[in-house]
């Protein structure tokens, strides 16, 4: 059996907005298996953002563990989280978050260079992952000359290029049209299963979902399997 990326047991996750606390996570449960691809559905405000803050150890749970290559995540200090995160995890988001003053090589490049890497080796490690996210011919390109799919093509190969154990997505095509949503929707499964990596991904498109091996639906503080 695939080895355990992700492990969140017993999640809750309250706010207090006073007078009143909110629940937004109320005890999930979640697995997630080398390999395995997860889409999690749920209505706005429904929770599904600050489930991958948590699984992602962005932020704390109120109750309940997330464990990350069986390590607790939840109990490590700041420092220790944040060098876990950043060598097994991978993020995108709905906004490409790239630094509109470079180019999309050098934005890919940026987390080897974090990670002290040496810069035209980071450089190189970059060129080839834009090769593999179709973007060959616009390394040189700002992200200002990029279209949108493009410009989150890049924000996929800045997530891949570290070689995480799982891919994090918040809501990665809901800024793009259909055939572009599609598209890169498509690019971040086929890399991460050519690569045994998982993926974990927040969308309100059934359609997209349904590409995926486990969709999740997130109701009322909980995540409930869609068979
Ligand atoms: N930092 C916060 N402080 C207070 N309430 C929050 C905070 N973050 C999220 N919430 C609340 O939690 C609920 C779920 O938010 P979110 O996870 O962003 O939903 P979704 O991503 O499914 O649209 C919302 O009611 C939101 O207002
Ligand atoms: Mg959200």
């Known amino acids: 059996m695939n080895k355990t990326v992700l492990d969140a047991k017993g999640l809750t996750r309250k706010f207090l907005e006073a007078p009143n606390e909110i629940v937004v996570l109320n005890g999930v449960n979640l697995s997630v298996r080398e390999g395995d691809s997860v889409a999690i559905l749920g209505a706005s405000g429904s929770g599904k953002s600050t489930l991958l803050h948590l699984l992602g150890g962005l932020d704390n749970p109120s109750s309940g563990v997330v464990q990350l290559m069986g390590d607790d995540f939840s109990n490590m200090q700041e420092r220790d989280r944040d060098g876990a995160r950043n060598r097994s995890l991978g993020f995108v988001y709905q906004f490409h978050h790239l630094l509109q003053e470079f180019d999309a090589t050098d934005n890919v490049a940026m987390p080897l260079m974090i990670a002290r890497m040496e810069k035209e080796q980071a450089r190189a490690r970059a060129r080839a992952i834009l090769q593999k996210v179709g973007l060959g011919a616009r390394m040189q390109h700002m992200p200002s000359e990029l279209s949108g ?39 971040m499964l086929e890399l991460t299963t050519a690569q045994s990596m998982s993926f974990v991904v927040v969308t309100h498109d059934e359609s997209l979902a349904a590409r995926c091996a486990r969709r999740f639906r997130l109701i009322q503080g909980q995540l409930e399997e869609v068979v």
């Open 149 to 187: 799919g493009e410009r989150q093509r890049v924000a996929i190969a800045r997530a891949l290029v570290i070689k995480p154990k799982c891919l994090l997505a918040d809501e990665p095509t809901g800024n793009l049209d259909g055939a572009a949503a599609s598209a890169v929707f498509d690019l």
